[in-house]
């Protein structure tokens, strides 16, 4: 807290945060100096500093049930692990390619009213399904899930809108994007990943990551780009 003349007062403190309460320091200033001292015009000035330790992750809100609520408007029952999905066949044919393989072609499951999908993540599934329906949309915490089911399903209207979030707004860094971008085949990520490497550093980043993914023309790209530093240092000389 600032006060007259740049005087100034400083407290920190350690808390665990369970409930909505408030959290603060008992002894932090006494009410008369703070008044004396700290009250300009009626005003306080305050810089308050939060370092996040640690956070556990809680459950976000659901934004369209996809239970048995469903059940009267749904022809088909998805399960992934224990979770039962009411969708309906045309919709999500429509978005996909495997869906309409697999509801409409000659599979036994095309029969069934029950089947089970392996591979995937319920609540990532959950954020599949909201996406597609136009409930909700991609964020940082839900992008490489939706990515994983709209790649494994042949999804492209939710693989565009997830290669768009990591183009234009994701806060990962290059390695990490450039990792997506490989294992699911996003070109358009792919270069804005290449052209954000401005260094030999920065090529180091992306060799030590070992990608498993890493293909043959995004190595050449790299080699060219080592080659383009080393022939801009020579010229410095």
């Given at each position: 807290?600032?006060?007259?003349?740049?005087?100034?007062?400083?407290?920190?403190?350690?808390?665990?945060?369970?409930?909505?309460?408030?959290?603060?320091?008992?002894?932090?200033?006494?009410?008369?100096?703070?008044?004396?001292?700290?009250?300009?015009?009626?005003?306080?000035?305050?810089?308050?500093?939060?370092?996040?330790?640690?956070?556990?992750?809680?459950?976000?809100?659901?934004?369209?049930?996809?239970?048995?609520?469903?059940?009267?408007?749904?022809?088909?029952?998805?399960?992934?692990?224990?979770?039962?999905?009411?969708?309906?066949?045309?919709?999500?044919?429509?978005?996909?390619?495997?869906?309409?393989?697999?509801?409409?072609?000659?599979?036994?499951?095309?029969?069934?009213?029950?089947?089970?999908?392996?591979?995937?993540?319920?609540?990532?599934?959950?954020?599949?399904?909201?996406?597609?329906?136009?409930?909700?949309?991609?964020?940082?915490?839900?992008?490489?899930?939706?990515?994983?089911?709209?790649?494994?399903?042949?999804?492209?209207?939710?693989?565009?809108?997830?290669?768009?979030?990591?183009?234009?707004?994701?806060?990962?860094?290059?390695?990490?994007?450039?990792q997506l971008a490989l294992r699911c085949n996003l070109e358009n990520l792919k270069n804005d990943c290449l052209?954000?490497?401005?260094?030999?550093?920065?090529?180091?980043?992306?060799?030590?990551?070992?990608?498993?993914?890493?293909?043959?023309?995004?190595?050449?790209?790299?080699?060219?780009?080592?080659?383009?530093?080393?022939?801009?240092g020579n010229n410095r000389k």
């Amino acid at each position: 807290m600032v006060g007259r003349n740049n005087k100034s007062v400083i407290k920190t403190d350690e808390g665990i945060f369970k409930l909505r309460k408030g959290h603060g320091v008992a002894d932090f200033l006494k009410l008369e100096d703070m008044k004396n001292d700290y009250l300009i015009d009626d005003k306080l000035t305050c810089e308050v500093k939060v370092e996040i330790l640690k956070m556990d992750l809680f459950k976000k809100e659901t934004m369209r049930r996809f239970d048995e609520s469903q059940k009267d408007v749904s022809d088909v029952v998805l399960v992934v692990q224990d979770t039962k999905f009411y969708v309906q066949k045309m919709y999500l044919a429509l978005q996909s390619s495997y869906f309409k393989t697999l509801f409409f072609g000659k599979f036994a499951e095309s029969q069934k009213s029950e089947i089970k999908l392996n591979g995937i993540d319920p609540d990532d599934f959950q954020n599949f399904l909201e996406l597609i329906h136009g409930d909700s949309f991609v964020c940082e915490d839900n992008v490489d899930g939706i990515l994983q089911v709209a790649d494994m399903y042949d999804v492209p209207t939710a693989i565009r809108k997830c290669e768009e979030f990591l183009i234009d707004y994701s806060e990962k860094d290059t390695v990490e994007r450039l990792q997506l971008a490989l294992r699911c085949n996003l070109e358009n990520l792919k270069n804005d990943c290449l052209s954000e490497i401005k260094s030999v550093p920065d090529i180091e980043a992306i060799m030590e990551a070992n990608l498993p993914e890493m293909n043959l023309s995004t190595s050449q790209a790299l080699l060219q780009k080592c080659i383009d530093f080393a022939n801009k240092g020579n010229n410095r000389k």
